[in-house]
């Protein structure tokens, strides 16, 4: 009965932890949010605190959000390259994520129109239908 009641303790400790992590993961991602929707480029150390920040965030965190706010991250640090690599993986992942396509059809920008193009494509067949008019 007494080893019941500590796997038990031993569980909910656990599940505790699992949730506060889960927690600081998400003011984590919230406080990157919060330093990209600053105004400007962002200088080389903010772009650093809010990569750290992101990969705090991505601790045992299955979801791409966060790889779609590093891409906005390296995008308004002015690495290109970087934020279209990222986008890429994204897309191979989830190739039905319409957010993902949206975010490479807008790293790939100028730099590169012929994936800009497909990212668009694809933006278009995985949306929704808009109705126009009335």
């Known amino acids: 009965m007494l080893g019941a009641r500590l796997a038990l303790v031993a569980l909910a400790v656990v599940a ?52 779609l706010l590093r891409v906005q991250a390296d995008l308004r640090a002015g690495k290109d390259a970087s934020a279209v690599k990222t986008g890429e993986a994204v897309v191979r992942a989830e190739p039905q994520n319409v957010s993902a396509w949206a975010v490479l059809e807008f790293a790939a920008g100028a730099d590169d129109p012929p994936l800009a193009r497909l990212a668009q494509e694809r933006v278009r067949e995985l949306g929704p239908p808009v109705k126009t008019g009335r």
């Open 16 to 67: 505790c932890a699992w949730f506060a992590l889960g927690i600081e993961q998400s003011h984590e991602q919230s406080r990157a949010n919060a330093l990209m929707a600053q105004p400007g480029t962002p200088s080389a150390a903010l772009t650093a605190r809010i990569l750290h920040l992101l990969d705090r965030a991505a601790t045992l965190n299955p979801d791409r959000q966060i790889d």
